[in-house]
């Protein structure tokens, strides 16, 4: 699982905006009930040079996240990213266009209110529940009109272009996340609207704080360097959409794939680089069905050896194989040649991971099965086994075409589970020994690099969409029994059938190609 989305607990439209009599702004209207939210900036509507301004403010629970690091449900920090996630609605007002949106930190407690209206603004707060342009919460005003927020240099602030208008905001507040989760800042959430310089311009001055205009009820702010053009209006679904898919989403993304060589492992060639004559090993401590880290190694340090055997051997035997050179850079590996004990290291609880290289040179036969033991000293910890591969050389380009299929695949999941989804994958063109009968099983070939999708069978919506950027968040991992990779079905609207779709990466031709297998299941939410 290496996607998790956090729902937002509060979120509100603030507006300086005129009521329909363009006479009485609507400054202390709420809107914290509405399915949508909206920023705009229009200038010169009720008079030459009026301002009248829209920010939206949005909260998620950075407790839900703690817990989740807590419990080990997404890494620490550093090891994961943090994206705001708004979805556009459509609207029949003017969408504007090449523009720019600012997020940033709220720096002051503010309340949802119950408000509805965003067409008069007729919601209004009258002291009681709720923010608005004037008031955080009830009887405590913003120490500037249109919200408190951390926008100096020395905090996180960041911004999205929009050249059509019409697209979703995505950007990457990790830096902002973990200084809430560290305690650094206080969480106050997120606030969002248009840059300065898009902003509606007003050149005055207030002499209580210098940021509204007295003249104008307090509630325009003194901007020499706004725009004298209008930017309306930017729509996003609200908390309260029925829409699924579309509500404001902080989701956590993170690498979590596993390449294991055990199933793969290679022998050092001339024909491949020192990357691909390493080969990563893992070891799996399971105590009465739970993963544990082994007292002794606790997250430390793991020494591992590799011995010859052949397929009918109990086990290891003779003396240690020498190892070939390999320098991860990493604390696992083999940090020069000739060397019979590799370091590994702790991954993660209960799982101990190490890098190691040998030659078929380095013993009179290549053995047909190298054997694995971790240990510390003359402590014993496990022993794996795993068959031994050759690389060869071809005559002709290859043009793999791959035969897919979820092997543990169900008609149905709780909407409250993590499944984990086994494939088996396998040249479509392989070609068995044949005598009377298939001499040999046909192969399970674990794709390095490997990406899923989600989409609705109803209506082909991307529930979720491949994530093969940096931080690879729909990746497979894969081990002996090939490539796998876990969902969290809280993901997806329970109710409705969904299809994975696979991609493997081709390295030959610097291109993901995306597989001919559909796999549909459906999520309930089960009441009883």
């Known amino acids: 699982m290496a996607v998790k989305r956090y729902k937002a607990d509060a979120d509100n439209t603030i507006a300086n905006a005129f009521q329909s009599n363009l006479n009485t702004r609507g400054t202390g209207a709420n809107a914290g009930m509405a399915d949508v939210l909206e920023t705009f900036s229009i200038y010169g509507r009720q008079s030459s040079s009026s301002q009248e301004l829209s920010r939206i403010l949005i909260k998620f629970p950075m407790s839900n996240i703690t817990s989740d690091r807590s419990a080990g449900t997404i890494p620490a920090s550093g090891s994961v990213s943090f994206y705001l996630k708004l979805f556009n609605a459509k609207t029949s007002k003017t969408v504007p266009k090449n523009f ?32 608005n342009w004037i008031n955080a919460a009830s ?65 005055g001055s207030n002499p209580t704080d210098g940021n509204a205009v007295l003249g104008d009820s307090g509630s325009v702010l003194n901007i020499p360097s706004g725009a004298k053009t209008s930017f309306y209006t930017k729509r996003f679904f609200a908390r309260g959409t029925q829409y699924f898919f579309k509500k404001p989403a902080l989701e956590a993304r993170w690498n979590s ?11 050092s060639s001339s024909l491949a680089p020192a990357d691909d004559n390493s080969n990563t090993l893992y070891l799996y401590n399971y105590v009465r069905g739970r993963l544990r880290n082994i007292p002794s190694v606790g997250t430390g340090k793991i020494a591992v050896s590799l011995y010859s055997g052949s397929a009918d051997n109990s086990g290891p035997s003779g003396s240690k194989l020498k190892l070939s050179i390999v320098d991860d850079g990493k604390d696992g590996g083999v940090k020069a040649a ?47 086994s795993t068959p031994t591969h050759d690389f060869t050389g071809f005559a002709q380009a290859r043009e ?129």
Not at 177 to 195: D, H, I, M, Q, R
Not at 257 to 267: E, K, S
């Open 100 to 131: 720019k949106l600012v997020v940033c930190a709220v720096s002051k407690s503010w309340q949802e209110g119950d408000g509805l209206d965003l067409e008069g603004y007729r919601d209004i707060t009258n002291g009681s529940t709720g923010s």
């Open 257 to 267: 794939v596993r390449r294991d060589d055990r199933g793969d492992f290679h022998y």
């Open 139 to 203: 009887g405590t005003a913003w120490s500037r009109v249109g919200g408190d927020y951390l926008t100096a240099s020395a905090y996180p602030v960041y911004t999205q272009t929009f050249s059509t208008g019409l697209e979703d905001l995505e950007i990457d507040v990790s830096s902002l996340v973990e200084k809430w989760l560290a305690g650094t800042y206080s969480n106050y959430g997120f606030g969002v609207f248009l840059t300065s310089s898009e902003e509606a311009h007003y050149s």
């Open 338 to 384: 000739g060397n019979t004990n590799a370091t590994g290291g702790w991954y993660a609880t209960g799982i101990y991971t190490c890098s190691v290289a040998v030659t078929s040179s380095s013993q009179d036969t290549a053995p047909t099965i190298i054997y694995d033991v971790w240990h510390s000293g003359s402590t014993r910890f496990f022993t794996g």
């Open 400 to 528: 793999p075409v791959y035969y897919i299929n979820i092997t543990n695949l169900q008609d149905k999941y709780n909407s409250d589970e993590t499944a984990r989804f086994n494939l088996y994958v396998r040249n479509k063109y392989w070609n068995p020994t044949i005598y009377t009968k298939a001499s040999v099983d046909a192969p399970n070939t674990s794709i390095v690099s490997a990406s899923y999708r989600i989409v609705r069978v109803m209506d082909a919506y991307e529930a979720v969409p491949y994530g093969t950027g940096s931080d690879f968040q729909t990746g497979l991992s894969y081990d002996v029994s090939g490539n796998y990779f876990d969902l969290d079905m809280k993901l997806l609207e329970p109710g409705f059938s969904y299809a994975l779709k696979f991609a493997f990466y081709n390295p030959e031709l610097s291109t993901w190609s995306e597989q001919r297998g559909i796999f549909k299941f459906r999520v309930e939410d089960y009441e009883y």
